[in-house]
């Protein structure tokens, strides 16, 4: 199994710029989810997928959209990015049940700089 | 809402010191995990313990132990006898209910110095 994979590893974007940040896992968890890593921050919860069809919003999703067409992709697309959004985004999954029991499994992270 | 503080943000220390990595969490809910991640100077992140809030028994793997208090909200993480490879970033997490969200410390900082 390859796990959880991350496309790029790094880019460097305009403002104003879109682009996708790609996500894939290949474990069959139902569960998906974003973050962004900033100095002193922590990992932020951005949007998240408990299958597919189905996304909800986290602690900081502006600027920010998602979709899940399927079980194993979970694309975060930046509309028009911004300096703000320079950071280190890591997409995990994981199994789901219904009570937030499973560890989550994270990719290597994609390093964003905006200018 | 949930939170998770991690007052430590940076400790150093010297190699086969012992270290203590204090974690105090908030939640109303009655069922709810904790977990330990380390991030080392590569990048990923590595999942190290998960513990559910009815399960109170001290773990120690190896080198690595935590102490969980629900009297006091905390998880805390001890590393015996440090060595350079534990130099990382640790978080500490929450997790509750179906939508799986993981609320997260800001992390610390750990220097194991040779």
Same mark, same amino acid.
């Given at each position: 199994?390859?796990?959880?994979?991350?496309?790029?590893?790094?880019?460097?974007?305009?403002? /104003?710029?879109?682009?996708?940040?790609? @996500?894939?896992?290949?474990?069959?968890?139902?569960?998906?989810?974003?973050?962004?890593?900033?100095?002193?921050? /922590?990992?932020?919860?951005?949007?998240?997928?408990? /299958?597919?069809?189905?996304?909800?919003?986290?602690? &900081?999703?502006?600027?920010?959209?998602?979709? *899940?067409?399927?079980?194993?992709?979970?694309?975060?697309?930046?509309? #028009?990015?911004?300096?703000?959004?320079?950071?280190?985004?890591? @997409?995990?999954?994981?199994?789901?049940?219904?009570? /937030?029991?499973?560890?989550?499994?994270?990719?290597?992270?994609? *390093?964003?700089?905006?200018? | 809402?949930?939170?998770?503080?991690?007052?430590?943000?940076?400790?150093?220390?010297?190699?086969?010191?012992?270290?203590?990595?204090? !974690? &105090?969490?908030?939640?109303?809910?009655?069922?709810?995990?904790?977990?330990?991640?380390?991030?080392?100077?590569?990048?990923?992140? &590595?999942?190290?313990?998960?513990?559910? #809030?009815?399960?109170?028994?001290?773990?120690?793997?190896? *080198?690595?132990?935590?102490?969980?208090?629900?009297?006091?909200?905390?998880?805390?993480?001890?590393?015996?006898?440090?060595?350079?490879?534990?130099?990382?970033?640790?978080? !500490?997490?929450?997790?509750?209910?179906?939508?799986?969200?993981?609320?997260?410390?800001?992390?610390?900082?750990?220097?194991? *110095?040779?």
């Amino acid at each position: 199994n390859a796990g959880v994979t991350q496309t790029p590893k790094f880019q460097v974007l305009k403002t /104003g710029q879109s682009m996708t940040l790609q @996500c894939a896992q290949d474990m069959n968890h139902e569960y998906m989810s974003w973050y962004r890593q900033d100095p002193g921050m /922590g990992l932020r919860l951005i949007h998240y997928s408990v /299958g597919a069809g189905i996304t909800d919003q986290g602690e &900081v999703p502006n600027g920010y959209n998602v979709s *899940r067409s399927t079980t194993e992709d979970f694309p975060l697309r930046l509309l #028009s990015a911004a300096p703000s959004q320079t950071s280190v985004y890591f @997409c995990a999954s994981s199994p789901s049940d219904r009570l /937030g029991s499973y560890e989550q499994y994270f990719g290597p992270g994609t *390093r964003l700089t905006v200018t | 809402a949930q939170k998770v503080t991690q007052a430590q943000t940076e400790i150093s220390v010297v190699e086969k010191e012992d270290v203590t990595l204090d !974690c &105090v969490y908030e939640t109303r809910d009655t069922t709810y995990y904790l977990f330990w991640y380390k991030q080392p100077p590569s990048g990923e992140l &590595v999942f190290l313990i998960r513990r559910n #809030s009815f399960d109170e028994q001290n773990e120690i793997s190896g *080198r690595y132990s935590w102490n969980f208090q629900k009297s006091t909200s905390s998880f805390n993480f001890t590393i015996t006898a440090s060595q350079v490879v534990d130099s990382a970033v640790y978080f !500490c997490a929450h997790s509750t209910g179906a939508n799986s969200k993981l609320t997260f410390g800001k992390g610390i900082t750990l220097s194991v *110095r040779p």
